[in-house]
């Protein structure tokens, strides 16, 4: 799905003063005090924009050929509710991840499902910390990506984008319309996982799932998606008539080989949100899997249902936003992200000789060009002299007040 904030000092301007007060909960209650001892109110639309925001991922895999219809409509939606973050569409469905007021949310997944073939999103809503409000209304003094088109939660910034797939497998042939395994509700999943028949697999990438996985889960080490269909053809333990399965390092030398091995296991998948097993699940049915499980609302709806003490998840799991991890309750997570890579990295990783704020991490330094790491030295100087790339109020919607009484109440323009 679409779509690493820490701790920060924040600032909101909303009198004529231009006085800075706390951001962005106690600017709610604050401003809504001064403006009532100065006689004076807040307007209707500002007041609503001042509601707690919510994060909602979501998806639906449907027959979706005139997709592309409906991009210029959502996205306009989007921009006049002012709801952030990334939705794409493709002949499969839809799949986003966005951020907005509860209402502002709910009417934008409305207009969505007006369309009866995406009727029934599967949906997972996190909470919003301040620091990710903050982000939606255009203020992070961490990220130099914060206020920059990489940015998922400013309200003035949403993409819409027109793919070929929702999650890239790279297989059309492959569709869960037709068919996927079974799904298994996260109360159940402790039960099923434990199971010594059972081969647990995670269908995430290696960068996700070196921060966190399910206790025993097989890692396929995969850079991207598209790379699971090849790891099944030729490294997917599967049991034989005498030998034990063996859940990393067996290696099938062909094709030939994995067809002519007796009944697969059973397998149970999990991945972030869903979406990835839905079509995981449905490539392995479509190769003679019978028993084929994957995890209802996958690892961040476990995370939120099952308490820790009876959790069977170790580490964080990696999202793709601004919070970059979480815990269990879907907690704010402890890592960091690699502005060079897009890749999580820990504060142990941060003090790697390798480690160069906004350049470089460990884990791509090697890799990087002296062409790459001097474009993005010259990106980091900009953050670092202004703040925040685009200017500190890049994105930021003002605050406005009666006119008669207070004309000058409004943010500072954009740099």
């Known amino acids: 799905m679409v779509f690493s904030p820490v701790s920060h000092s924040r600032a909101f301007h909303c009198t004529n003063t231009m006085k800075s007060i706390p951001f962005p909960a106690e600017r709610t209650k604050i401003c809504r005090e001064r403006k009532s001892d100065e006689g004076s109110k807040l307007d209707g639309e500002s007041e609503r924009f001042l509601q707690p925001l919510v994060v909602v991922s979501f998806y639906k895999f449907a027959d979706f050929p005139d997709h592309a219809q409906m991009r210029l409509p959502l996205k306009e939606l989007c921009e006049q509710e002012r709801v952030s973050g990334g ?183 999990y991945c972030t949100g869903g979406i990835r097993c839905e079509k995981a699940s449905s490539f392995l049915l479509s190769n003679g899997f019978q028993e084929v499980y994957h995890l209802e609302g996958g690892i961040l709806k476990y995370l939120e249902e099952i308490p820790e003490q009876e959790s069977l998840w170790e580490g964080e799991c990696f999202v793709f936003d601004k919070r970059v991890s979480v815990e269990h309750g879907l907690k704010q997570g402890t890592f960091k992200l690699c502005y060079g890579c897009k890749k999580p990295i820990s504060d142990l ?32 100087r900009q953050f670092e002299t202004w703040g925040i790339i685009g200017g500190p109020d890049k994105g930021r919607r003002p605050i406005s007040v009666n006119p008669e009484e207070d004309g000058n109440a409004k943010l500072s323009k954009t740099i």
């Not at 409305?110 to 919003?128: A, H, N």
């Not at 350049?359 to 980091?380: D, N, W």
């Open 87 to 269: 939705i794409i569409l493709a002949p499969e469905g839809i799949n986003g991840s966005i951020c907005g007021t509860r209402e502002s949310v709910e009417k934008v997944l409305g207009f969505i499902e007006e369309d009866k073939r995406l009727k029934g999103l599967r949906q997972i809503e996190s909470p919003v910390s301040a620091e990710e409000e903050a982000i939606h209304h255009g203020h992070t003094s961490h990220s130099p990506l914060g206020a920059g088109e990489d940015a998922p939660f400013r309200w003035d910034h949403v993409r819409v984008k027109v793919k070929k797939e929702i999650v890239s497998l790279g297989m059309p042939n492959v569709s869960p319309i037709k068919g996927v395994g079974k799904y298994v509700n996260p109360r159940d999943w402790n039960a099923l996982i434990s199971d010594p028949v059972t081969v647990v697999i995670d269908v995430r990438n290696y960068y996700e799932t070196r921060i966190g996985k399910f206790k025993g889960a097989v890692d396929p080490c995969t850079t991207a998606f598209r790379d699971f269909p090849t790891w099944v053809d030729h490294q997917l333990p599967i049991v034989g008539s005498t030998d034990q399965a063996t859940f990393n390092g067996l290696n099938i030398n062909s094709k030939n080989d994995f067809q002519e091995r007796k009944a697969p296991p059973r397998v149970a998948m």
């Open 349 to 380: 990783d941060m003090e790697s000789p390798d480690f160069e704020e906004g350049v470089s991490c460990p884990y791509c330094h090697s890799i990087k060009s002296e062409e790459e790491k001097a474009r993005a030295r010259a990106r980091q």
